[in-house]
Every structure is written in C-alpha cells, then in structure tokens.
C-alpha cells in the first residue's frame, strides 16, 4: 500500500488514464484546491453501495500501490476517489463558440442575461438536483463555498428576467478553470453560460476552461483533447494568484456576435 502526503507529491503522470489515480476521504478546502492545482478531482461515492463497489474493485491495487491514498485522514478513503483522465478534455477560450442556431436565437428572440459570482451556492445545488450519481455531496459543496468566498471557485448564472435558467461553476488555478458542472433550464443556457465564463476569463488573460470529462456536450462547446501530461504542464506553469474577472450583469446576446472576442462568438459552421 502506498500512501502519498499530499497531491504535491502524487505521481499523476504514471497513474492510470482510465481509472481513479487516488483515493482520499479528505474533502477539505486546502485538500481540493491542492488537488486541483495537480491536474486532480474529486468524484465522491454517492451512497454506500458505490463506496463498497470502490473497494471491491480497486482494493488490490490500493494494496499493491499502483493507486496510493493521499494524506493522513483516517476517514475511510474509498469514499472519494480522485481522477485526472488522459486525455483531457480542454477549451481554449478562443475556442469556446454558440452553434449558429443559438446564436440567432440570442439574437432575435432570447432576452437572456448574464452575471458572474452573484449566486454561487445556488448554481451549484442546481447542478446537483436530480443528479444520479450524486456527486456533489453536502461537505464538498462546503468545501466549494468556502472556496468561493476566498476567490477560488467561480459561477456564470444566466437569466430570463429574474429567473435562474442555467450556470457553470468551476474552480481557478491561474490561467485555467476547471469546470465542475453545469445545468440549464431552458435549452441553449448551459452553452451560454460556458461561452460566457470562456469570454470572462479571456478579459481577465486566461487560457483555458477544463471540462474534466469527454461527452459529446463538451465537444460540442469546442473542447479539444490534449494529452493529461499537457494538462498537467500547463497548471504547473501556471500563476497562482487569482484573475480578477468581470462579474457585471451583461446582455447574452453580445456572445452572438462575431465581434465578441476571445472566440466566445459564432461558430464557423453548423
């Protein structure tokens, strides 16, 4: 068995692509934010069922170091395991783009707004309504407020009026931010509120979003897959202090236009 430290010392490079490259109970502000800053998240075990099927599954190779527990918490690690696929799926944030039909949408017809940070808590347990697994569980979304109010961890809300219809949130390490999730309620809003986190953080001179897991969705918003060790690179070189971002309440139609900026504009086809 092998047990690392802390993320700074995890060999995420030589862990598996595929699978877990750590387990640890340790969901704490300081552990997330570490972990992030390595190329690593979280996915919590959803109910007991998925916790014991952790075990079963990965016990042996917990047991012959090939995935090492980090930290020193006595807190049953295989609560959390803790992922960093290879490849990753990434945008950067010229690259981020509305398909042509959302975009014509937001032109003639959507009257959709956009703000940065003004309802942090309230994206996030969106993102975890109805949700199966249900991976944001109470004590990392926590964890992820109290990183919100120190600067860390960011969320896009967009709206019809004064209602709530979609959001992305994510956490920042230097030029990066690393998408946890998304929701909409309306079709379109969650590709907005990407496109609008992309144009944001592009103003503030950042680089890239990571969307941590390929799906088609993440495709579709004009992710690319670069190589974990890329990734991993990028967040090394990478300043640490937060880009302070524009957080107004903007009109959703300005990503429509070509002249946007930063790529957060209309596709070049579709």
Not at 1 to 24: H, K
Not at 93 to 105: C, E, I, K, M, P
């Given at each position: 068995?092998?047990?690392?430290?802390?993320?700074?010392?995890?060999?995420?490079?030589?862990?598996?692509?595929?699978?877990?490259?750590?387990?640890?109970a340790d969901l704490s502000p300081t552990s997330l934010l570490k972990a992030y800053r390595a190329g690593v998240y979280p996915f919590p075990a959803s109910d007991e069922y998925t916790r014991v099927l952790n075990e079963v599954v990965f016990a042996d190779q917990v047991e012959d170091g090939r995935i090492p527990l980090v930290?020193?918490?006595?807190?049953?690690?295989?609560?959390?395991?803790?992922?960093?696929?290879?490849?990753?799926?990434?945008?950067?944030?010229?690259?981020?783009?509305?398909?042509?039909?959302?975009?014509?949408?937001?032109?003639?017809?959507?009257?959709?707004?956009?703000?940065?940070?003004?309802?942090?808590?309230?994206?996030?347990?969106?993102?975890?309504?109805?949700?199966?697994?249900?991976?944001?569980?109470?004590?990392?979304?926590?964890?992820?407020?109290?990183?919100?109010?120190?600067?860390?961890?960011?969320?896009?809300?967009?709206?019809?009026?004064?209602?709530?219809?979609?959001?992305?949130?994510?956490?920042?390490?230097?030029?990066?931010?690393?998408?946890?999730?998304?929701?909409?309620?309306?079709?379109?809003?969650?590709?907005?509120?990407?496109?609008?986190?992309?144009?944001?953080?592009?103003?503030?001179?950042?680089?890239?979003?990571?969307?941590?897991?390929?799906?088609?969705?993440?495709?579709?918003?004009?992710?690319?897959?670069?190589?974990?060790?890329?990734?991993?690179?990028?967040?090394?070189?990478?300043?640490?202090?937060?880009?302070?971002?524009?957080?107004?309440?903007?009109?959703?139609?300005?990503?429509?236009?070509?002249?946007?900026?930063?790529?957060?504009?209309?596709?070049?086809?579709?």
């Open positions: 068995m092998s047990r690392c430290p802390g993320w700074e010392t995890l060999d995420v490079l030589g862990a598996a692509p595929d699978g877990p490259v750590a387990f640890s930290g020193e918490d006595s807190a049953d690690p295989y609560a959390v395991s803790w992922w960093s696929p290879d490849p990753r799926p990434v945008l950067p944030v010229s690259a981020a783009h509305l398909s042509r039909s959302l975009a014509r949408q937001l032109r003639n017809k959507l009257p959709w707004s956009t703000s940065m940070n003004q309802r942090f808590e309230q994206v996030v347990r969106e993102c975890s309504t109805d949700r199966d697994p249900l991976w944001l569980t109470e004590e990392l979304i926590a964890s992820l407020i109290s990183l919100h109010e120190l600067g860390h961890a960011h969320s896009v809300e967009v709206w019809e009026g004064d209602d709530l219809v979609g959001g992305v949130f994510g956490l920042q390490v230097g030029s990066v931010v690393s998408m946890d999730s998304m929701f909409f309620h309306r079709p379109g809003a969650s590709k907005v509120a990407v496109s609008d986190l992309a144009a944001r953080f592009a103003e503030a001179g950042g680089e890239l979003l990571d969307a941590q897991r390929d799906s088609p969705h993440v495709r579709g918003l004009g992710a690319l897959l670069v190589p974990r060790k890329e990734y991993v690179r990028h967040l090394r070189g990478t300043g640490r202090d937060g880009l302070p971002m524009p957080t107004a309440t903007l009109p959703a139609r300005r990503l429509a236009e070509p002249a946007a900026g930063h790529g957060a504009g209309v596709a070049p086809s579709r």
